[in-house]
């Protein structure tokens, strides 16, 4: 399951969506985020996964990887359309027996939990493959560069956050390394209950912190060697440009945000209250 985790990785192949400022990406997950939850019934949602497949092709990333980013997610997808099948109210009732009471309101509500959280995932993960850790940080300084008048140092947090992207997957290789030193020692991580496969995790655990601790600083005397300030004065080697097909993104995706308005309106909500 560790393996599986790919949030982070960057694939490099040539495609449309690669080739579009990071800029540009990040604002269109955003705006593809946000319409996600606007999606109130089933012609709606069509339109939502229609879109994300046409994305994922126009990507190139391969069809194995999406559904690799999928599979950590799967526990909770499972868990939570299980929790709305069953407290959900509302709607025609489909079965009433003791304390089990399920309605379409709840098989509908689950149903659209579970697309939603997989498109979120999907599309997140999308924006990872097609970019690079080093375009992320600009991207992320550039659309944050207004937070500089309130004196957030904005370059600083950029940093922060596509290094934590970024070492997602050297931490996963580390979890993978312990857990198969640790099994060599005759450790025994699979067996048992809960609480003695919980307390098997802590030879993992502590190795794992002791050498994230390691790596932060090796990092930090890394940049400090190289003379890393960030903030005013820093140069870039690849300077962000918009492309005409950044526009013709940015009317795609409004025209897709337009079509689930749309849809929503004239057939209204699916969900009965």
Known sequence: MIKDITIGQYLNVDSPVHRMDARMKIILTV????SIFLCKNFAALGLMLLFSALV???????FKMVLKSMKPIAIIVVFTSILNIFYIKGGTPLLD????????N???????MAIR?????????????TTTPTMLTDALEKLLSPLKLFKIPVSTLAMMMTLALRFIPTLIDEIDRITNAQKARGADLEDGNFIQRVKALVPIIVPLFVSS???????????D??????????????????HTG????????????????????????????
């Open 97 to 104: 027996w003791k304390f089990i009471h399920i309605t379409t």
């Open 246 to 273: 950044d526009f013709v993104s940015l009317v795609v995706i409004a025209v897709y945000v337009a079509g689930v308005v749309l849809l929503n309106h004239f057939l209204g909500a699916v969900l009965v209250k």
């Open 106 to 112: 709840g098989i509908f509500t689950a149903l659209f």
């Open 225 to 242: 060697c190289r003379c890393y300030t960030g903030g005013p004065g820093r140069t870039r080697m690849k300077q962000m440009k918009f």
């Open 213 to 223: 601790i390691r790596r932060a600083y090796e990092l930090a005397d890394a940049m």
């Open 117 to 129: 959280i997989i498109c979120l995932v999907v599309f997140s993960s999308i924006l990872t493959y």
């Open 31 to 34: 705006i593809f985020i946000v």
């Open 56 to 62: 994922i092709l126009l990507s190139k990333v391969p």
